[in-house]
């Protein structure tokens, strides 16, 4: 294949077909990709600006049916150590994130059967009510799926009820890898890749801020990691030119210690350095409508992140307070303000903070 041609639509920004995206992930060779990747991040992305962010994600609970075979720190309803955070434990972890100058909180965990609609709603508004200027990054498509079915409401409905309850923006959390045959195998009680796709296609109709995400490196192909940027991709083509979209694409590895899928099938992650930045420089060869693509600091580490940031990423995510769901099956990098500031530095860019909708924050 041509990959010099290849090269030429990506910079071009014409989409580049799921054949030829494969064919580069599999062939193309890897400094090409990074020189390539790079151009087309100062093309999104003009001058050396690289961004980072302070907020602290918050389990609203670890109690979930869905029992995905990667995840280490879901428990079922009658485990002795389940909880559901108190709204006194959401106003000591506020505080501790704005002391530290935060203002966003990102609230994920489990889908606990017993927490409906009116749960969520009731505490984004208290949340809300207790700090008028916090920013609520909240929950994700499979969540929206699961209250959907339970409350028997479309997932616009459920979506704009959560929007009206302070919801500032929708992670990308649960999508995995977009593939069905992937997700029977890894996550068969989670929400399939069309109704993943679908919350986040009426997420787009509300104008909701969203992400975009890929966690791999487990029982996928190359031809579905192709696959699932594709699918990003042409839904972010459908959304009105004015409205968010998807903000930002973050890929992280799987974190194998101690889950299911490695101990008990004997799956291993194959996260391997270069073929994560053969990943970072493919997405931004792929995704020609996303401006954004992070580098998953908390999964890969400083050396790796510093790589990414020459090879088409252009920010390394949140200096993450608090985070356990990766965490908790090995991924325990964690950086402080100073730290991630100097990672940035070290990749010869400028150290920007910014909001989740990647707009500058002034100090």
């Not at 505490?123 to 959907?148: C, D, M, N, R």
Request: with cysteine.
């Amino acid at each position: 294949m041509d990959f010099e041609k290849i090269y030429r639509k990506a910079l071009d920004l014409i989409p580049v077909t799921p054949e030829e995206g494969t064919a580069l992930y599999q062939f193309a060779p890897l400094d090409e990709l990074i020189f390539i990747g790079d151009l087309l991040r100062q093309v999104h992305n003009p001058g050396r600006n690289a961004g980072w962010m302070i907020d602290r994600n918050v389990n609203i609970t670890n109690i979930c049916f869905s029992q995905c075979l990667f995840c280490n720190f879901c428990r079922k309803k009658n485990a002795p150590d389940t909880y559901i955070t108190s709204v006194s434990d959401y106003i000591r972890k506020t505080d501790e994130m704005t002391a530290l100058g935060g203002d966003q909180l990102l609230l994920q965990g489990g889908m606990n059967p017993e927490l409906g609609l009116s749960y969520y709603i009731s505490l984004f508004k208290t949340l809300k009510e207790l700090y008028p200027s916090l920013k609520l990054h909240a929950l994700g498509p499979p969540e929206i799926v699961f209250l959907s079915k339970k409350e028997k409401l479309t997932y616009h409905e459920v979506l704009s009820r959560l929007i009206e309850a302070g919801l500032d923006s929708l992670p990308g959390a649960g999508a995995e890898i977009l593939s069905d045959r992937v997700r029977k195998i890894i996550s068969p009680a989670k929400a399939t890749s069309e109704e993943w796709l679908e919350v986040m296609r009426q997420a787009h109709r509300l104008n909701l801020p969203t992400s975009a995400t890929m966690m791999y490196g487990h029982v996928e192909t190359i031809q579905e990691r192709i696959g699932h940027l594709v699918k990003i991709r042409e839904l972010q083509s459908e959304k009105a030119p004015d409205h968010y979209g998807f903000i930002t694409f973050v890929p992280w590895p799987f974190q194998d210690k101690g889950t299911i899928l490695s101990e008990k099938f004997g799956i291993r992650s194959s996260y391997t350095v270069p073929d994560y930045i053969r990943l970072i420089a493919v997405s931004r060869i792929m995704l020609h409508n996303i401006r954004n693509i992070q580098a998953s600091l908390l999964t890969v580490g400083r050396e790796t992140a510093i790589m990414s940031l020459n090879a088409g990423a252009n920010d390394l995510g949140s200096i993450m307070i608090e985070e356990n769901v990766v965490s908790a099956a090995g991924g325990g990098n964690r950086y402080d303000a100073e730290n991630i500031q100097s990672i940035i530095r070290e990749a010869g860019f400028n150290p920007v903070r910014r909001n989740q909708k990647y707009e500058l924050v002034v100090s």
